[in-house]
């Protein structure tokens, strides 16, 4: 049941869509949660390169989240304007808040964090700075506008 962070599948970027892309383009995930099996919840190991975003603000209506910081400093958007987090911080996000979060790394050197988040069915992300939602769909989940019009 044990592995190697550095042996797990790097993902980078995000899946938005453009023109959304650019916020996380140097965003780096490992899913160490998926490597060992779990189905309940998922664990990332994400690192910001400088000058990059973990996703645009947002929040979730069913699914709970929860970071904590490794290594570097990482500031933390939220409606209440802005707190710098340091190694061994942590920050959560209930489900259905309507307070968006983001992660910032505004500093020359990567910062690295866990990210932690249940699997809740139904789940959909609201982005309230841009035109933006991440809804289920029969196709799956897909990013619309507010409108409701695909991407």
């Not at 780096?28 to 779990?38: F, H």
């Not at 690192?47 to 400093?73: C, M």
């Amino acid at each position: 049941p044990a592995i190697d962070p550095a042996t797990v599948t790097m993902r980078t970027g995000s899946s938005y869509p453009e023109p959304f892309k650019a916020v996380s383009e140097e965003r780096e995930k490992r899913a160490l949660g998926d490597a060992v099996g779990l189905s309940i919840f998922g664990v990332n190991h994400v690192t910001l390169k400088p000058n990059a975003g973990s996703a645009h603000r947002h929040w979730h209506t069913k699914q709970d989240e929860f970071i904590y910081v490794l290594e570097g400093e990482i500031v933390l958007v939220t409606d209440a304007g802005e707190q710098m987090l340091t190694p061994g911080m942590a920050a959560g996000f209930p489900a259905g808040v309507a307070d968006g979060h983001q992660l910032v790394n505004r500093t020359d050197r990567p910062a690295v964090y866990l990210e932690v988040g249940d699997r809740s069915e139904g789940d959909e992300v609201n982005y309230p700075d841009i035109d933006l939602v991440l809804r289920n769909s029969p196709q799956g989940r897909i990013f619309v506008n507010k409108a409701g019009k695909p991407y």
